[in-house]
């Protein structure tokens, strides 16, 4: 059983997917940070609002609060690319490695 799992463990690279996980973990929170302290308070003048969370547009009775949206869609845009680069990078030398 034992000889199993370790199979199990080498084949389907548990490791390097437990060291990633935790990278993204630990990267989300910097991007989020990122954009938080440091983008949002630049775009804030552009908002209709004091503060980035409470911007807001209003049509009619419906109010649509965009602030908070906008810096979640910042921090997965900022977090696609990153990955887009690592895993280019990766694709690139694993291809290199076969030939």
Same mark, same amino acid.
């Given at each position: 059983?034992?000889?199993?799992?370790? +199979?199990?463990? +080498? =084949?389907?690279?548990?490791?390097?997917?437990?060291?990633?996980? @935790?990278?993204?973990?630990? %990267?989300?929170? *910097?991007?989020?940070?990122?954009?938080?302290?440091?983008?949002?308070?630049? @775009?804030?003048?552009?908002?209709?609002?004091? %503060?980035?969370? =409470?911007?807001?547009?209003?049509?009619?009775?419906?109010?649509?609060?965009?602030? %908070?949206?906008?810096? =979640? *869609?910042?921090?997965? *845009?900022?977090?696609?690319? @990153?990955?887009?680069?690592?895993?280019?990078? *990766?694709?690139?030398? =694993? %291809?290199?490695?076969?030939?």
């Amino acid at each position: 059983m034992f000889k199993d799992f370790a +199979k199990f463990l +080498k =084949e389907f690279n548990v490791m390097a997917l437990a060291i990633g996980f @935790i990278m993204g973990t630990a %990267s989300t929170s *910097l991007i989020n940070s990122f954009v938080k302290d440091i983008l949002m308070p630049i @775009i804030t003048p552009l908002v209709s609002s004091d %503060s980035w969370k =409470e911007a807001s547009v209003t049509f009619g009775p419906i109010t649509l609060a965009y602030g %908070s949206f906008v810096a =979640e *869609l910042l921090n997965f *845009l900022i977090l696609a690319f @990153i990955i887009f680069i690592v895993a280019r990078k *990766l694709l690139k030398m =694993e %291809s290199n490695a076969k030939k």
